[in-house]
């Protein structure tokens, strides 16, 4: 099974910040990576899909970008509505990435 | 815009059999196009695939729950069902249905969600 890593788990930044979560797996997926943001209490959102393309209505502060085994989600300029879970997803893993937080510094 | 909602019980005993139903709105499960989900989460971990169903009844099931899981759906009701059994204290978490995309048997990512279900496995 390809293992897929997330890093940091934990990120603390400020509003106006460039964020980058990266994630890892274990060997090349090609682009078929989606990212999500979950906010506590509510369903994962989709952010964005094969690597790089954005969800419909998501801000164009979100990008993602990379392919084979690292892949990167960066938040040009942070909002205080960024500061949430992210998580990576392998489209043929069924288990997401363990997430990262995104929390006020 | 596409909206679900699972309903069902949110506490089962171990041992038990979970059925849980999930009715879209906004989209037709009939029409094609999309796959339907469900997905569950464990407190303070990520989300974990179950399986997913094509309208047409095509299923894929993630293999850590072959034995255990059904999904099926309903076109004329617009719904999709889980039915899990011999449940344990390690199903307590929240269930979420979903609509997505699959690029073969086993890729899979969703596109929405409901906003998901509590269940707890406990006597």
């Known amino acids: 099974d390809i293992q897929m890593t997330q890093s940091p788990s934990t990120l603390s930044a400020s509003v106006g910040d460039r964020v980058t979560i990266t994630c890892r797996a274990s060997q090349s997926i090609s682009r078929w990576l989606a990212w999500y943001q979950q906010k506590p209490g509510k369903a994962p959102k989709l952010l964005i899909y094969e690597t790089s393309t954005l969800q419909s209505g998501v801000p164009s502060r979100f990008s993602g970008s990379g392919s084979g085994t690292e892949f990167t989600l960066t938040i040009s300029r942070l909002q205080p509505d960024d500061f949430a879970t992210y998580y990576c997803?392998?489209?043929?893993?069924?288990?997401f990435g363990q997430g990262t937080k995104v929390e006020i510094k | 815009q596409v909206q679900l909602q699972e309903w069902g019980p949110g506490l089962v005993k171990p041992s038990q059999t979970l059925s849980l139903t999930c009715t879209v709105s906004g989209g037709s499960i009939g029409s094609g196009g999309h796959y339907w989900s469900w997905i569950r989460q464990h407190p303070g971990k990520g989300p974990e695939l179950i399986g997913y169903?094509?309208?047409?009844?095509?299923?894929y099931y993630n293999p850590s729950f072959k034995s255990r899981v059904t999904i099926a759906v309903d076109t004329s009701k617009n719904q999709l069902s889980l039915r899990l059994t011999s449940l344990t204290a390690a199903d307590t978490a929240l269930y979420y249905c979903?609509?997505?995309?699959?690029?073969?048997?086993?890729?899979?990512?969703?596109?929405?969600w409901g906003q998901g279900i509590l269940v707890t496995v406990s006597s």
């Open positions: 169903i094509y309208y047409s009844g095509t299923t």
């Open positions: 979903a609509r997505g995309l699959s690029y073969g048997s086993g890729s899979y990512y969703p596109d929405y």
């Open positions: 997803q392998h489209y043929k893993s069924p288990t």
